[in-house]
C-alpha cells in the first residue's frame, strides 16, 4: 500500500502565495471583490416576487419566506429546489406558449440564490430589506366583496367519501359580474377538489360556461384582467362539488368561496368548458397510453387559458388547435404532468381561435409498475370520480370574438373523443 503523498514547505509556499495573488481583469488590473449576497438586499426580494403566494402563514407551502429568522433554517433546501427546478412549480414546455402566470425564475435569479447559500446564507443589513407584500389575512385576491359558505361537513377518518353536492343560494336581484374567486376550506387537509358550479335559474341545463371557480392541489385563484368576468346571473344558486379524502382523522369543514365583483358591466364574459374523454380504459401495465378528446369552436373566439387534468397515472398532456385553413399549432404541452399542481396557464396575450378551429387534446398514461404513484398497475383504469381512478379534461376558457358580455354568442359546437 503507497504511503500518501507529502507536500514540502517550498510547495506549500508556492501553493499559498498562487492562491492570495490579486484576481486581475484582461488588462491586467486587479479586479473588485465578488459582492456578497444577503437576505435583507438581494434575496427578500425575489422570494416576496416568486414565492410568497404560497410560503406565508396559513398557506400551503412548509414554511414563509416573510423574514431571515422563518427561511435561514431552509436554506440548503432552498438551494436544492430551485437548482432542480422543482420550485417554483412550473410544468409547461417553454418551446410552446409564453405565460402571463408563469412562475420560473430566471437562471440569474438561481445563480443569485445559490450564491447567497454558498456565501453562508447571510442576513445583511436589516434596513435594506425592501417593504413586504401586503396579503389580506385568509385571502389571496384580496379582500373579497362577499362570501358564500357551505354548512359544516363533518369528514371521517376512513373509507371513501363519495362526491359531496351542496347548493347555496346567492339571492341576487340582478346580475353580478365576478372578477376574482378564491375557494378556502376549513377541512383543507382532508380536501382533493372542490369545484363551485353556476345553476342559472332561467337555463338550469346548461353546461357551456356554468364553472364559476375550483380549487385543487396547487390551483391558483380565478383573477381577471380589467375588461372580462364571469357571470352570476340574478337569482343563481352556487353548487359545492366537494371530493373528500379521509386522512386518517376526523375533521370538520366549512368551504367558503370569495367573490370580486366588476364595478360596471364587462367588455367580454369568460366561459370554461371541458374538452373530455370518459370512455377510456388503460390497460393494466400500460406504459404509454394515449386517450384523446375534441372540441370545435363554431364561432370565432378567444382562449384566456388552459387547465389538464389527470389523475394518478397521468404523464403527459398536450392541447393543439387544428384551424380550418388546414395548419395546426401546439397551444400548450405539459411533458412531466404533476398530479400535485393543478396549474392554469394563461397565455400573455388570448390565443384567437377563428370559427371551425377544432381543439385536439391528447394524455399519456402510465398504469406500470414503474409509475411510483400507481395505486395497482394490475388493474385496468376507466374514469372515476375518485384519485385511484383517472379522468382526461382539458380546461379552456375563453370568451367571444365580437360578442359584448351583454350579447354573448352563440354556443359552440359540442364535443368529440376517441382513445389509443
Known sequence: MKKASTISAAMFLAAFCLFNLPVTNADNEPKSPAKEVTFSKDIAPLFYKSCSECHRAGEIGPFSVMSFKE????????????????????????????WMNDRRLSQAEIDKIIAWVDGGA?????????????????????????????????????????????????????????????????????????????????????????????????????????????????????????????????????????????????????????VLNTGFKIPAGATNHEVKAFYTFSEDAHIASFMPHMHLRGKDFEIKAHFADGTSKILLSVPKYDFNWQTYYVPKEPVAIPKGTKIECTAHYDNSAGNKYNPDPTKDVRWGDQTWEEMMIGWLSYYYEGASAAKPAAKPAAASSSEK
Not at 71 to 98: C, F, L, T, Y
Not at 245 to 259: H, M, R, Y
Open 122 to 274: 447571510k442576513e445583511g443589513n436589516p434596513k435594506d430589506l425592501p417593504p413586504a407584500p401586503k396579503f389580506e389575512m385568509g385571502w389571496n385576491i384580496g379582500k373579497p366583496d362577499q362570501t358564500f359558505s357551505i354548512p359544516e361537513q363533518s369528514i371521517p377518518a376512513t373509507g371513501v367519501v363519495a362526491y359531496q353536492y351542496v347548493k347555496v343560494p346567492t339571492n341576487f336581484s340582478e346580475d353580478r359580474w365576478v372578477t376574482a374567486a378564491e375557494i378556502r376550506s376549513t377541512g383543507r387537509e382532508a380536501m382533493h377538489h372542490v369545484i363551485v358550479f353556476i345553476q342559472d335559474p332561467k337555463n338550469p341545463t346548461r353546461t357551456d360556461g356554468n364553472l364559476l371557480a375550483g380549487f385543487a392541489p396547487g390551483e391558483q385563484p380565478t383573477k381577471f384582467p380589467a375588461g372580462f368576468a364571469k357571470k352570476v346571473p340574478a337569482g343563481a344558486t352556487l353548487m359545492f362539488q366537494l371530493h373528500y379524502t379521509p386522512n386518517g382523522k376526523e375533521l370538520k369543514d366549512v368551504t367558503t368561496i370569495g367573490l370580486k365583483y366588476a364595478k360596471e358591466e364587462p367588455r367580454h364574459q369568460v366561459l370554461t368548458r371541458p
Open 71 to 98: 427561511v435561514r433554517p431552509w436554506a440548503k433546501s432552498i438551494k436544492e429546489q430551485v437548482v432542480s427546478k422543482e420550485m417554483p412549480p412550473w410544468h409547461a414546455d417553454p418551446n410552446h406558449g409564453q
